[in-house]
Nanobody, 122 residues
Framework: QVRLVESGGGLVQPGGSLRLSCVAS????????MGWFRQGPGKEREFVAA????????NDADSVKGRFTISRDNAKNTVYLQMNSLKPEDTAVYYC???????????????WGQGTQVTVSS
């Protein structure tokens, strides 16, 4: 079992920044690829970004390329999502996920966090 707890969400103005964190406990964190997903109002859950267990490989959705950065600190069992140049359409509940790196982008997730709300509005 892996327990994932997200934090860092909130209300931010368009153009602003937020950093989400996800702390993992349970199974060996450093051996798991991690990812972020989001689900906006009235929308399906979608892939945002993934990072390999070592941090050497990352994969971002086209909608966030150049604005969001995923990273991890295995010593702290934590994965981050730095979000810059936020837009109203980024408003969503953001979920942390653990799984296989090559399969995370298609939604094949082993474990989910409970989610954290991000609202981008003036």
């Amino acid at each position: 079992q892996v327990r994932l707890v997200e934090s860092g969400g909130g209300l931010v103005q368009p153009g602003g920044s937020l950093r989400l964190s996800c702390v993992a406990s349970g199974r060996t964190f450093s051996m798991s690829a991690m990812g972020w997903f989001r689900q906006g109002p009235g929308k399906e859950r979608e892939f945002v970004a993934a990072i390999s267990w070592s941090g050497a490989r990352t994969n971002d959705a086209d909608s966030v390329k150049g604005r969001f950065t995923i990273s991890r600190d295995n010593a702290k069992n934590t994965v981050y999502l730095q979000m810059n140049s936020l837009k109203p359409e980024d408003t969503a509940v953001y979920y942390c996920a653990a799984g296989d790196y090559s399969r995370l982008p298609i939604g094949a997730v082993g474990f989910w966090g409970q989610g954290t709300q991000v609202t981008v509005s003036s």
